[in-house]
T-cell receptor, first 114, second 115 residues
Framework: LAKTTQPISMDSYEGQEVNITCSHNNIATNDYITWYQQFPSQGPRFIIQGYKTKVTNEVASLFIPADRKSSTLSLPRVSLSDTAVYYCLVGDQYSGAGSYQLTFGKGTKLSVIP | EAQVTQNPRYLITVTGKKLTVTCSQNMNHEYMSWYRQDPGLGLRQIYYSMNVEVTDKGDVPEGYKVSRKEKRNFPLILESPSPNQTSLYFC??????????????FGPGTRLTVT
């Protein structure tokens, strides 16, 4: 099963760009990379998903190098409301039966400082 | 409104007393899953279901049961709860299967305390 490794925590000032990198050395050919955001006592919320190269939406960008062994979530001009835990998720294919076991890592706690 | 609902939101119970946490989604999603979240351990998957009558174990299935008799409902059953099952539980659903999408919609969480 593909596992992920992220920094435990990061600090950033308001208005700065934040890049959070996730390592997933054992990513499988058919796996997608997905990032979630979680505020305290709330369920995680989907941010962005990608397979390779670069994906951008209104909230963030996701950079994935050619070997796909890592990915970087980029949050432009963060604000205090971006303070949250960010999870990198890689989908695992299970025994070829078409079932998928999804594994969250421990996440990166981002603290945005005024 | 598209949503995943869980009940109860808070529950305090005693060791050994069977309980069920319900989960329901109104988005006609195929995929549903249960997670528990503990301090320092992140989110860990308990069970998941790819479709009606199809369930499989996640990372931490011991002490839990699930069933998927209808597409919209995915209850989590603790036959004999123990204090180490004290946790925050989340149910989630997703429309995609295979590699199409992993955008999961999470419920508001159920905080369970077992004394």
């Amino acid at each position: 099963l593909a596992k992920t490794t992220q920094p435990i925590s990061m600090d950033s000032y308001e208005g700065q760009e934040v890049n959070i990198t996730c390592s997933h050395n054992n990513i499988a050919t058919n796996d997608y990379i997905t990032w979630y955001q979680q505020f305290p006592s709330q369920g995680p919320r989907f941010i962005i998903q990608g397979y390779k190269t670069k994906v951008t939406n209104e909230v963030a960008s996701l950079f994935i190098p050619a070997d796909r062994k890592s990915s970087t979530l980029s949050l432009p001009r963060v604000s205090l409301s971006d303070t949250a835990v960010y999870y990198c998720l890689v989908g695992d294919q299970y025994s070829g039966a078409g079932s998928y076991q999804l594994t969250f890592g421990k996440g990166t706690k981002l603290s945005v400082i005024p | 409104e598209a949503q995943v609902t869980q009940n109860p939101r808070y529950l305090i119970t005693v060791t050994g007393k069977k309980l069920t946490v319900t989960c329901s989604q109104n988005m006609n999603h195929e995929y549903m899953s249960w997670y528990r979240q503990d301090p320092g351990l992140g989110l860990r998957q308990i069970y998941y279901s790819m479709n009606v009558e199809v369930t499989d174990k996640g990372d931490v299935p011991e002490g839990y049961k699930v069933s998927r008799k209808e597409k919209r409902n995915f209850p989590l059953i603790l036959e004999s709860p123990s204090p180490n099952q004290t946790s925050l539980y989340f149910c989630a659903s997703s429309s995609g299967t295979g590699e199409v999408t992993y955008e999961q919609y999470f419920g508001p969480g159920t905080r369970l305390t077992v004394t």
